[in-house]
Antibody, heavy 121, light 113 residues
Framework: QVQLVQSGAEVKKPGASVKVSCRAS????????INWFRQASGRGLEWLGW????????DYAQKFQGRITMTRDTSISTAYLELNSLTSEDTAVYYC??????????????WGQGTLVTVSS | DIVMTQSPDSLAVSLGERATINCKSS????????????LAWYQQKPGQPPKLLIY???TRESGVPDRFTGSGSGTDFTLTINNLQAEDVAVYYC?????????FGQGTKLEIK
């Protein structure tokens, strides 16, 4: 079945970087975009950006411009999210989601299981 | 950015009854080119990722029970859950994919009365 499996929880110090992986299975990886989201504890969903899994081109939410990078390794069907200059405000569960729909990134199904990133000194 | 506002923030409904969740966008999320409404609904249970329920405002995702119905157009949308079951306890989010950045409503927490 179509599945996205994310890497495990991370604890980082303020100012550090984190890289989260999202491994796809059950479909042709390059045929669907990967989007990234985050959700702080007890809060709603925030879209971080998306990446064309075929070309590697990415587009990021403006508030993260300059400190976010989305990449992929097509040989292992895995997408990556890297976030730099972490602060406590970045503490959240990070999700990847496979884009679907007429342009390949309308709605998201399925989602990865989530990766908790904790930023603490 | 398009702001999505859900109402209510929480509601409690008896088993077997109907739950209604509203979602309002700050501008139209319907494209004149195809007359489609660029709205999806997700269900999120505690400790789980969101699960897609509805897209194009009213198209049910495969495998989603038909007691879940999406409706609305333009700026006003509704998710209706008929014959509420215990497993429907969750937080529900609307999501617009009309314009980048994608945005979500703040969520509506559904509980059993």
């Amino acid at each position: 079945q179509v599945q996205l499996v994310q890497s495990g929880a991370e604890v980082k110090k303020p100012g550090a970087s984190v890289k989260v992986s999202c491994r796809a299975s059950g479909y042709t990886f390059i045929n669907h975009d990967i989007n990234w989201f985050r959700q702080a504890s007890g809060r709603g969903l925030e879209w971080l950006g998306w990446m064309n899994s075929n070309t590697g081109n990415a587009d990021y939410a403006q508030k993260f411009q300059g400190r976010i990078t989305m990449t992929r390794d097509t040989s292992i069907s895995t997408a990556y999210l890297e976030l730099n200059s972490l602060t406590s405000e970045d503490t959240a569960v990070y999700y990847c989601g496979r884009g679907s729909g007429s342009n390949g990134r309308d709605w998201f199904v399925p989602w990865g299981q989530g990766t908790l990133v904790t930023v603490s000194s | 950015d398009i702001v999505m506002t859900q109402s209510p923030d929480s509601l409690a409904v008896s088993l077997g009854e109907r739950a209604t969740i509203n979602c309002k966008s700050s501008q139209t999320i319907s494209h004149s080119s195809d007359n489609k409404n660029y709205l999806a609904w997700y269900q999120q249970k505690p400790g789980q990722p969101p699960k897609l329920l509805i897209y194009w405002a009213s198209t049910r995702e495969s495998g989603v029970p038909d007691r879940f119905t999406g409706s609305g157009s333009g700026t006003d949308f509704t998710l209706t859950i008929n014959n509420l079951q215990a497993e429907d306890v969750a937080v529900y989010y609307c999501h617009q994919y009309h314009s980048t950045p994608d945005t979500f409503g703040q969520g509506t927490k559904l509980e059993i009365k």
